[in-house]
């Protein structure tokens, strides 16, 4: 059996792959320290805790998620890309910035009333939920199964449904 050297796997490629996961993590960071944070809140229920979780939800799911979102785009954009299973654009910028924004945005609606919250949640909602269809698309005509193509669904959808819903209740 003969095996030529295009069939061999790649030593730079395979090495690289675990190098360029982490770029993937960093959105999920604000789900991370939101469990973590709401989980002491929900446990004294101290007197507003409903108030304080939904607050907690878009500071740290939409603020510091949106940060780490767009330095991801902004920073690490060659290891996000390929992370993703793309090629680095420069629309890595302008989605970068737009992650920022939100984040920015996220991050000061702590000083707001429920109301801007409500306005926070819809718009990053609409973004997200707008990459995560963009995503799907590249799914089914690509066949785009990288983890980060495919692992962000949960913050796409999730994250936008479970604030609104939040809002909804305790908002």
């Known amino acids: 059996m003969s095996v030529t050297t295009s069939s061999i796997p790649s030593t730079a ?15 999920w960071i604000g ?3 939101f469990v973590v944070h709401a989980a002491g809140v929900v446990s004294s229920q101290p007197e507003g805790w409903h108030q304080d979780v939904v607050q907690l939800g878009v500071a740290y799911m939409i603020g510091v998620a949106g940060l780490a979102a767009g330095i991801s785009h902004l920073v690490f954009s060659n290891a996000t890309a390929r992370s993703i299973g793309w090629q680095t ?34 718009m990053s909602g609409l973004f997200r939920i707008g990459c995560g269809v963009g995503h799907i698309r590249q799914i089914i005509t690509e066949r785009n199964f990288a ?10 959808f999730g994250v936008p449904i479970f604030l609104f819903l939040l809002w909804q209740a305790w908002g």
């Open 89 to 122: 654009s420069p629309f890595q910028w302008e989605v970068g910035c737009a992650n920022a924004a939100f984040g920015v945005a996220g991050l000061m609606a702590s000083g707001y009333d429920s109301q801007f919250w409500l306005a926070v949640i819809v």
């Open 147 to 156: 983890i980060n193509n495919t692992a962000i669904l949960g913050l796409n």
């Open 31 to 33: 789900v991370i320290l």
């Open 13 to 27: 490629t395979n090495s690289s792959r675990p190098r360029h996961l982490w770029a993937g993590v960093l959105p």
